[in-house]
T-cell receptor, first 113, second 114 residues
């Protein structure tokens, strides 16, 4: 079984500031971890994923995430926020083939001018 | 070209009606899914099909019946719609030979039951 907890349902940053969205997971098997972004009234788009290769994963739009097994975390960061980053972000975990992708509750990112 | 397409995007219907949402993927994937996103934006899997075979069937009322005529299509039929069925339904697909494979999502179908 697996689960994901996203700390903070809302995160607000100023344009140009660091973005940090937190994700902790629980999994009984080695996890595969994903971050998806959802813009208003749109579908889910993959930002990046961890698949047991490099622990620091770079994704699209300047985002990256680091897998830390000791902390069971996969936090998403971006050095400098842009207005277009305003969206909802979902962390997800998957354990096995044919297994479901289990999502966290999402974090809404607001970027202020 | 749209990878995972679902229709309709918006659907408003009355309680008690029966409705279907269609989904098609042109990625050649062998596995397709239906996810439900509730009013609090929580996403939860409903069904998963691999090569037309039902793999995952979460605790979903049997008013919801998925149908996969072929690997590229997974439709969702809902009978006797209730107010609580109002949600966004996402179709998705992937190759399923590795848990690290990306699951691609459609644009969603916004269902409102009145």
């Amino acid at each position: 079984a697996q689960s994901v907890t996203q700390l903070g349902s809302h995160v607000s940053v100023s344009e140009g500031a660091l973005v940090l969205l937190r994700c902790n997971y629980s999994s009984s098997v080695p996890p595969y971890l994903f971050w998806y972004v959802q813009y208003p009234n749109q579908g889910l788009q993959l930002l990046l994923k961890y698949t047991s290769a490099a622990t620091l994963v770079k994704g699209i739009n300047g985002f990256e995430a680091e897998f830390k097994k000791s902390e069971t975390s996969f936090h998403l960061t971006k050095p400098s926020a842009h207005m277009r980053d305003a969206a909802e972000y979902f962390c997800a975990v998957r354990g096995t083939s044919y297994g479901k992708l289990t999502f966290g509750q999402g974090t809404i990112l607001t970027v202020h001018p | 070209d749209t990878a995972v397409s679902q229709t309709p995007k918006y659907l408003v219907t009355q309680m008690g009606n029966d409705k279907s949402i269609k989904c098609e993927q042109n990625l050649g994937h062998d596995t397709m899914y239906w996810y439900k996103q509730d009013s609090k934006k929580f996403l939860k899997i409903m069904f998963s099909y691999n090569n037309k075979e039902l793999i995952i069937n979460e605790t979903v009322p049997n008013r919801f019946s998925p149908k996969s005529p072929d690997k590229a299509h997974l439709n969702l039929h809902i009978n006797s719609l209730e107010l609580g069925d109002s949600a966004v339904y996402f179709c998705a697909s992937s190759f399923d030979n590795n848990s690290g494979n990306t699951i691609y999502f459609g644009e969603g179908s916004w269902l409102t039951v009145v």
